[in-house]
């Protein structure tokens, strides 16, 4: 059964400071992996999506690497604003038929103190 | 409309009554997802619709839950005999194909609470 587990589950840092969001699987056999945003009392907004056989894949001041073999995905966030502020999740699909049933990690809460 | 859309936001029941949770995903979506979010077990996958195929119900948590899709586009989500622990923010997500670089859309969710 896979795993997804996202460590530190909290964190707090400077606005300004780089952020460095981990996430790690226990089967390497997935299809995709998927990075998401949730505000508090809102549904969760995607932010990056990276294919089993990409390393990474980059949006604005985000960048997100995947190593499968080793079972990780580390979410960098550049320059970090207040409005950074969130719950980070992480998830992954074990094969293409599966389509978006995704296995989530419990999330990284992150504050950026202005 | 703009994006998905759940209904009600939120919905307080007592124990042993009947829910229904509805689902406007984003119009040609052609998935629709349900997922739950609760404080002890995080972000569950509950059901799964593509297309006209036969829905995945592999992690509907037991036979109280049920859900369909009608028409391929809005869907409803039915708790028969909540129970306390089915208190959690129920999720919907759509995209527009199974998922191949297709990102979910999530609603706001509804939030029940079974006293």
């Known amino acids: 059964k896979q795993e997804v587990t996202q460590i530190p589950a909290a964190l707090s840092v400077p606005e300004g400071e780089n952020l460095v969001l981990n996430c790690s699987f226990t089967d390497s056999a997935i299809y995709n992996l998927q990075w998401f945003r949730q505000d508090p009392g809102k549904g969760l907004t995607s932010l990056l999506l990276?294919?089993?056989?990409?390393r990474e894949q980059t949006s604005g001041r985000l960048n997100a690497s995947l190593d499968k073999s080793s079972g990780r995905s580390t979410l960098y966030i550049a320059a970090s604003q207040p409005g950074d502020s969130a719950t980070y999740l992480c998830a992954v699909s074990r094969y293409k038929a599966a389509g978006n049933k995704l296995t989530f990690g419990g999330g990284t809460r992150v504050l950026v103190k202005p | 409309g703009a994006g998905v859309s759940q209904s009600p936001s939120n919905k307080v029941t007592e124990k042993g009554k009947d829910v229904e949770l509805r689902c406007d995903p984003i119009s040609g979506h052609t998935a629709l997802y349900w997922y739950r979010q609760s404080l002890g077990q995080g972000l569950e996958f509950l059901i799964y619709?593509?297309?006209?195929?036969?829905?995945?119900k592999s992690g509907l948590p037991s036979d109280r839950f049920s859900a369909e899709r009608t028409g391929g586009s809005v869907s409803t989500l039915t708790i028969q005999r909540t129970q306390q622990e089915d208190s959690a923010v129920y999720l919907c997500?759509?995209?527009?194909?199974?998922?191949?670089?297709?990102?979910?859309?999530f609603g706001n969710g509804t939030r029940l609470t079974v006293t």
């Open positions: 990276i294919q089993s056989s990409q």
């Open positions: 619709f593509q297309g006209n195929s036969a829905p995945d």
């Open positions: 997500a759509s995209s527009p194909s199974r998922g191949e670089g297709s990102p979910l859309h």
